[in-house]
């Protein structure tokens, strides 16, 4: 007779969760085809190992395991802090995060809202392409480092100025942190996740692959439909916004001063 019992069952339901999402994670990262690889030298390993009992092998393939866990632990490093992250931005665990952080104020008292929302509505009118990264939690200190160092006070006008097509700082993407522009002309990893439509281009693939990285926040304007996309999380979480979707949405995620 079998013992199953209620340990048994979480503990199956629990490795099933972290199987789907290194599975997903691998999707997202373009490594899927290195998901189905460690999965068959899983299998391997256990037909090896414990139901074979050949010891030799099993020997083997014990230390390949030990130095392959290091190994992908070093080659998967930020997909492993995205993980961490994504864990502790979860709404279940948002009573750990208003102990360690700040209380955030009514939008109505952050003017930088409005500025670029603002200029948000005057591209998308005009189809000026835009990439502005809104910074959160985790700092984005190397990818302002890679662009031209602003620091300069939230303005629509600048914001408008910067992006112009004939603008030497409009091709990459701006920083927004501590309510300051802290860099333009940043470049960012590009996500290489394959369920993206082919109707987006390296401007949207750019603003997925910062989100997955990070908890930054993104706002894509479209210089083919000047439309405004709004990402977070490795995800689009709207598409096409108007000015009040968007200063809706800055309103639930930017610090006052």
């Not at 999707?27 to 299998?43: P, Q």
């Not at 920083?175 to 590009?190: E, F, H, K, W």
């Not at 369920?195 to 949207?204: E, V």
């Not at 083919?224 to 809706?248: D, M, P, W």
Request: glycine content about 6%; charged content about 20%; some cysteine.
């Amino acid at each position: 007779m079998i013992d199953f019992g209620i340990k048994d069952a979480i503990d199956i339901i629990a490795v099933a969760f972290l199987l789907y999402y290194f599975y997903k994670l691998m999707k997202d990262s373009g490594s899927l085809h290195t998901f189905y690889g460690i999965l068959i030298f899983v299998v391997l390993w256990i037909i090896v190992s414990p139901i074979l009992e050949m010891k030799l092998m099993g020997t083997i393939f014990d230390k390949l395991v030990s130095v392959g866990v290091l190994a992908l632990i070093i080659l998967f490093q930020e997909d492993i802090r995205r993980f961490f992250l994504t864990l502790g931005s979860n709404n279940q665990f948002g009573v750990f995060r208003k102990i360690f952080s700040k209380k955030k104020t009514k939008s109505e008292e952050n003017p930088a809202i409005m500025q670029i929302v603002r200029a948000c509505g005057f591209m998308s009118k005009n189809n000026i392409g835009a990439l502005i990264i809104i910074e959160q939690n985790m700092s984005l200190s190397d990818i302002v480092h890679r662009g031209e160092v602003l620091d300069a006070n939230i303005n629509a006008q600048l914001i408008k100025n910067i992006f112009f097509k004939n603008s030497p700082l409009h091709d990459g993407a701006m920083v927004i942190r501590n309510n300051r522009i802290s860099a333009a002309a940043c470049i960012l990893p590009v996500s290489h996740n394959t369920d993206i439509s082919k109707d987006y281009g390296l401007r949207h693939r750019a603003a997925l692959g910062i989100t997955q990285q990070s908890d930054a926040v993104a706002i894509a304007v479209s210089e083919e439909t000047g439309l405004i996309t709004i990402a977070q999380r490795g995800k689009f979480v709207k598409q096409g916004a108007n000015q009040e979707e968007l200063e809706s949405y800055l309103t639930s995620i930017m610090q006052t001063e």
